[in-house]
């Protein structure tokens, strides 16, 4: 009787301990990533290094600035520019700024437009290797529509600005897709200027 009771009760409380290990790991599905940090305008992300997007506040750089495309001769096909401060904090592994490294998203009418690659992205200047000794620098990065995939930013558009500090592994494998940065924003008209859309 004894050895039926124990076996009876160890089966319920390994069930009962199975249902609790899956519920906390459903609840940790639900908040935010560790090698997903996310912010806005003026946020100093924190993910193998600092990461400061500049709102144009006081003595900084500019905050981000979108030109809307022209019909005019030569066509422009519009572009958007970021500042942003990047300081590696990883002894062993430096980080990565290149063209690669970021991604542009639109949102309009829930239609999501991504601009990425070196056909869209620019940034000055590129650095392969930043490491911890290098400090923080100021990074310029240029986002530009093509003819076949023009940059249009209208008010009330979300706008996601992406950043991976380290898009590949030594190995050359995508070890660290996953781990990037996001800056979150909205677009809307200029009070002094309504033809012009500022982001923040």
Not at 8 to 27: D, H, P
Not at 179 to 184: G, H, I, P, R, S
């Amino acid at each position: 009787m004894s050895l039926e009771f124990n076996r009876r009760s160890f089966l319920k409380y390994s069930a009962a301990a199975a249902v609790a290990v899956a519920g906390s790991s459903l609840l940790v599905g639900c908040g935010e990533d560790e090698y997903q940090k996310t912010g806005k305008i003026g946020s100093t992300l924190k993910l193998m290094g600092t990461f400061k997007l500049y709102d144009g506040t006081g003595s900084a750089p500019a905050a981000p600035v979108y030109t809307a495309p022209s019909t005019g001769a030569p066509a422009t096909y519009g572009n958007a520019v970021f500042n942003l401060s990047i300081k590696c904090t990883t002894k062993k592994v430096p980080l990565c700024v290149n063209d690669g490294c970021f991604e542009l998203t639109v949102t309009h009418n829930d239609k999501k437009t991504n601009y990425a690659g070196s056909s869209h992205i620019k940034v000055n200047p590129t650095i392969l290797d930043l490491s911890e000794s290098d400090g923080a620098q100021d990074f310029t990065i240029t986002v530009n529509g093509t003819a076949g995939n023009k940059l249009t930013i209208e008010a009330g558009d979300k706008v996601e600005f992406k950043y991976w500090p380290r898009i590949q592994a030594s190995s050359g494998n995508s070890g660290y897709t996953r781990a990037f940065c996001t800056w979150k924003m909205a677009a809307k008209k200029d009070a002094t200027d309504p033809s012009k859309i500022i982001l923040e």
